[in-house]
């Protein structure tokens, strides 16, 4: 028996938006993965290199981080449950981890539910992407390349003028909860 619902009286979504949030799910997911199945530097940076990409170029050349130098080691520990070492390592890679769990949620919930995905993620992109989240993703990774490059400063024991602001970044495995 054919389904006599007009076409125009069924509610957006189903399908679509089902196979919408398991692919958001499923991305966020294999990320948060990969970063559960690499193992934290204890350094703080160069988990990368556990897939085979080069150490920071920047990092070397300079003495100094990259802008998301521990980004990977950060997620990583994250994603081992360690959120307090996560922190301590990078901010911004563990609000990235949390982000990654919030989308894993998100997708779970529209492919389970079978909300039209169209608006959500609309309205999603307009706030991560208006002035203002472009101005505070800015402001996040800005604060956390000042605090990493401080925390590696005084780590070294470097003359850096922000050195002495911050304690010595304790290895991961170091820092409580880790």
């Known amino acids: 028996m054919a389904d006599a619902t007009p076409q125009s009286a069924r509610p ?13 799910a499923g991305s966020a997911l294999a990320v948060l993965g990969v970063a559960a199945w690499l193992q934290p530097e204890a350094a703080g940076v160069g988990t990368h290199t ?21 980004m990977t080691t950060a997620t990583s520990l ?32 529209l492919a389970c539910s079978g909300r039209p995905a169209g608006p959500v993620l609309a309205g999603l ?3 991560v992407f208006s002035g203002r989240g472009l101005l505070a993703a800015l402001v996040i990774v800005g604060g956390s390349w000042v605090y990493k490059a401080a925390r590696m400063a005084a780590a070294d024991g470097s003359s850096a003028p922000w ?10 495995e170091a820092v409580p909860g880790g």
């Open 12 to 24: 957006a979504g189903g399908r679509w938006s089902r196979l919408a949030g398991l692919g958001l």
């Open 50 to 70: 556990g897939l085979g990409l080069s150490p920071c170029g920047f990092l070397q050349a300079t003495g100094l981080p990259c802008a998301t130098c521990g």
């Open 78 to 109: 994250a994603a081992h449950g360690r959120l307090l070492a996560a922190a301590a390592t990078q901010p911004a890679g563990l609000l990235f981890a949390l982000a990654l769990g919030g989308l894993v949620w998100l997708g779970g919930w």
């Open 125 to 127: 992109s307009r706030v």
């Open 163 to 172: 050195s002495a602001a911050l304690p010595a970044s304790p290895a991961p």
